[in-house]
């Protein structure tokens, strides 16, 4: 039964032990309600419970970052969101985070600097290859060996932040087939959610984004189409459920991928 | 004669340099309307990237094709620059060709190459004319493009083979002249491009041919100083502002927003914490105008050469939206243009009763960006179009409260939910006992 037990410490309840995590795992809004990426929430911190990272998470204490009311022009709105949370995580002398959303990595890495916030900020992606570069993770089930996965880059991950080789080198262990979309890496197509369009409906036009992208996707023939973003990953399961390829096409996320591979998922 | 023509001559030069002059202290002024903006740091980073992406025409090479023949046009007009060193010496010195003698058998390889150049723009010209009207390519075909623009870009490139067609003639004339003997047409050796024309005018009296040469010679000179004039209002002005542009391009991420100072006095002070007292004058929230801008994105606005690159990659211009990325650099150009020829004629200037935002860019176009940076990274000058978006986003956010309804309803729950959707605030960590759970009974 011990095997079974996960362990999901919170900055409170370090604290309260005069503890301190290596890491804070920050899980942002669509990893802690939406049900499709509480899986991926999930799936993550199995991993970092298997290989023994010493992380936490803020828990109820955790608020919106304010990236899209920034983007929606919403300043005031931002910068109050900013503080609240910069004064939370400073107040836990936080140093090092880790995040699986594109856009709340960039907004604490790049935007709570100005305001106060200085910390390490970290994509999964990015500590994913670290673990397999250093051999603690070997994702050597062979469950993908050989499967076709084409890599969806986030804007926010890639053009913003020039992120683009770890979660290709995270798919590489997989020991898959990586096929890359016409547009790729700089010149990857948005899912079309970016800049608070995932609260809103689309401009007039001839045309959703996320179809355009994902007929991209499809035509790579690929069976699994990877991401490392929560919007991505709902723009891009709606196009495929709309081009009606539910049944053989999966939209998964970098650590599902991983969690999958060493069976702990 | 001579002492005529060069009084003609500095004539000329001084009056387009006085309305060349005007033209730039006018361009300076208009940039300067908008906002202060600090892009002095890091200066060899800086120095570094107008290096790569001006000179070395980095980000162009993303498109070989284009990059290739845009790469002729840029390096002969750099090059063939010295032979109109030449030809200005000349010109207020009296001399011909000041720089034969001193170079010796170096000059006619210069001036052959120099005419291999020349042909090169001439076959970049024509091929870029050939993608614009014959193939054309959707870029140069956008509506945005429609009427002046396509005169704009089309005028270009006739004008340049124009210009380059007076340096071949010019030339050939010369060589006949010098086989002939003829007095100021002293021998210069041979040169090969330009020896084409030779046959054709081998027929004419030394005087048709003397007229050719000096019609060449004058032409090419004051053709390429008219030029530089009407450049001013083109989106050409790029030859020139491409450089200062990446200089000062922006060096942070692409994805962080700058933050807005003001509000975080205000944001400060309604939290308790310590901040500045508060400005007399309350300043606008967001772009409303070119003068809300920084000076930066108005510098951007000059130097685009309206390639629609950025468009051609947008999302939003993809799939029919309004947005393009290209049309808001050639609002924003046109608003400051407005604006500062107003001012300086005396006019209204911004008081016009019209405004950037509404009267050249819509609601609908802002609404449709998603923020993915596409534009800024296919710019070839480091153009950012996303900035002036987002600062006339908060306009409307800010100032006008004028956003979209399902917006307003993720700014209140993000105020009481502390997330976009609306879910109960305590149900954030439930995922960790529903996980906790299924790991036991696993
Ligand atoms: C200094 C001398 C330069 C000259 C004479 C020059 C000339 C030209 C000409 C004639 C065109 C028109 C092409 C067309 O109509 O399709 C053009 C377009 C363009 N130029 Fe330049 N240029 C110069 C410098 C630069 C620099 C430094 C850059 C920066 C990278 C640049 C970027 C561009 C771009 C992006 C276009 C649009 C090309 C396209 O549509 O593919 N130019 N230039
Ligand atoms: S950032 Fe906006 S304008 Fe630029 S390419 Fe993306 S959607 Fe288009
Ligand atoms: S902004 Fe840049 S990419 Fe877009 S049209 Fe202008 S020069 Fe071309």
Known sequence: MSDNIIHIPTMAELAAKGEKPDILFWVGCAGSFDDRYKKVTKAFVKILNKVGIKFAVLGEEETCTGDPARRAGNEFLFQMQAMSNIQVLNGYEITKIVTACPHCFNTLKNEYPALGGKYEVMHHSAILQQLIDEGKVKAEGGAFKGKKITFHDSCYLGRANNVYEAPRKVLEALDAELVEMKRCKTKGLCCGAGGAQMFKEPEQGNKDINIER???????????????????MTMMSDGVKNKEKEGEVEVRDLAELIAEAEDIL | MTLISQLVFLAVLAVSGYFIGRRILQIRKNILLGKEEDRTDQPMERLKTMLLVAFGQKKMFKRPIPAFLHLLIYVGFLLINLEVLEIVL????????????VLGSFYPVLINFFEFLAIGVIFSCVVFFIRRHVLKLSRFTKIEMKGWPTLDATLILVIETVLMFAILAMNGADQVLQSRGVAHYPLTGEFFFSGFFVPLFSGLSDNTLIIIERASWWGHIVGILAFAFYITYSKHLHIFLAFPNTYFSNLKPKGEIKNMDNVTNEVKSMLGMPADPPPAEIPRFGAKDINDLSWKNLMDAYACTECGRCTDNCPANMTGKALSPRAIMMKTRDRAEEVGMSISKGGKGLEDGKSLYGDYIN?????????????????????????IILEMRRYMAMEESSTPQSWNAMFQNVETSFAPWKFPPTDRFSWANDLKTEAENK
Do not use: M, Q, Y
């Not at chain 2, 609601?363 to 000058?381: D, G, Y």
């Open chain 2, 90 to 101: 000349d010109g207020i010195l009296g001399t011909h060709r000041l720089f034969a003698p």
């Open chain 1, 214 to 232: 994902t007929e991209e996707a499809l035509d790579t023939g690929a069976k699994i189409i990877a991401s490392g973003c929560p919007f991505c």
């Open chain 2, 363 to 387: 609601k609908e176009e802002l609404l449709a960006c998603t923020t993915c940076n596409a534009c800024v990274e296919a710019c070839p000058i480091t153009i950012d179009p996303l900035s």
